[in-house]
């Protein structure tokens, strides 16, 4: 199937393509990697009367750190975040993580902005944005909102943006002295969208987690940022506390039956991926030694 007529305007400016969204409000979309777009036309899942490709915007490219700040703009190409510097120093959970996000040519054209707008549920990155505590600047017409990534993503491919708003870039902290990170996903095969799959970062102080921030994808409509962790910080660890964090995430975990798990099995998933990531952070093997899987 292809996709039905539409109109195609490339966007010389972040002004101009604000203003295209403005005239043509839900009737337009933006196009960046096309990666989930056009699959989503061509299928005729959605069929936008206008195309507004943002693809040549400059300024919505690259990756800059300024003081305690990692700015990256939503045009970067998941291919420039794995190969970047600054991610690799600043933020080794988003560098470890894109390397899950489907295959290198799509790597090669989807972008960060478009992996978050498009906010599948089951997708690496949102979660990431959680577990790194990142805020998503959108530009409109009247000028730029600052969202916390936990209040960005509202439901299954849905979000805070309006149909007249940009993603223009996100805002992490720098990689924190004495943290650590953990992602872990199943999928079927490697570079399938996760069964389910877990991205956390912590800071560390020998026995004892703090800041523990735990993002679950694919075990609901959106990530979760589960409050469980809360069970998991400051004191010492044991499998009883470990028993208690899993019983609050599971009362926070939504996750639904589909070709690929039951609900039920991906329950259990996240259950052994909290265990795997409390051991992982805290070097105690000794934590997932009844092999949680
Ligand atoms: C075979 C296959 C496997 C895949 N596997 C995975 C996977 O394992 N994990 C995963 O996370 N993804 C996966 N994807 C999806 C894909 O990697 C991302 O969703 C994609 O990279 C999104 O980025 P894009 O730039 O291509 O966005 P586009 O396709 O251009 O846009 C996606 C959506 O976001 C909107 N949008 C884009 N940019 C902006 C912006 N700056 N501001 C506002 N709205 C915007 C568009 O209008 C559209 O609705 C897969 C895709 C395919 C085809």
């Known amino acids: ?3 039905s007529a539409f109109a195609y305007a490339r966007a010389t400016s972040v002004s101009d393509a604000l203003e295209l969204l403005h005239a ?8 960046s990697g096309g990666q989930s777009l056009m ?8 069929s936008p ?15 800059a750190v300024t003081g305690n700040l990692l700015r990256i703009g939503a045009l970067t190409r998941h291919v420039e975040l794995a190969r970047s510097p ?6 080794p959970l988003l560098a470890e993580a894109i390397a899950h996000v489907a295959h290198p040519a799509i790597r090669n054209r989807g972008t960060l902005g478009g992996s978050l707008a498009h906010a599948d549920p089951a997708s690496e990155l949102p ?11 959108v530009r409109g017409r009247t000028g730029e909102r600052r969202i916390a990534a936990q209040d960005f993503f509202t439901g299954i491919y849905e979000t805070a943006l309006s149909p007249e708003e940009l993603l223009v870039a996100v805002e ?57 962790a809360s069970k998991l ?46 051991a992982t952070l805290l070097r105690r093997p000794d934590l997932d030694a009844g092999g949680s899987a």
């Not at 943002?54 to 690259?62: K, M, P, Q, V």
């Not at 979660?127 to 600047?137: G, R, W």
């Open 172 to 228: 992490l902290p720098a990689k924190p002295k004495n943290s650590a990170h953990f992602f872990h996903e199943f999928a079927r095969r490697h570079g399938d969208y996760a069964i389910t799959g877990l991205a956390a970062q912590a800071l560390v102080d020998g026995d004892t987690l703090s800041d523990l921030r735990l993002a679950f994808f694919a075990a609901g409509d959106r990530p979760v940022l589960t409050k469980a």
């Open 86 to 91: 600054e991610i690799a120093a600043q933020a």
């Open 233 to 278: 910080v400051g004191r010492a660890v044991t499998p009883a506390v470990l028993a208690d964090a899993y019983g609050a995430l599971s009362e926070e975990l939504d996750p639904h039956d589909d070709q690929q798990a039951s609900a039920a099995m991906r329950r259990h998933l996240a259950k052994v991926l909290l265990v795997r990531c409390v």
């Open 49 to 63: 009367e206008l195309i507004v490709d943002i693809g040549e915007l400059a300024e919505l490219r690259g990756i």
């Open 1 to 3: 199937m292809k996709a």
């Open 24 to 31: 043509h409000r839900d009737r337009a979309k933006v196009l």
């Open 127 to 137: 979660a990431c944005m959680l577990a790194l505590n990142a805020t998503v600047i």
């Open 39 to 46: 699959p989503a036309m061509n299928l005729r899942l959605i």
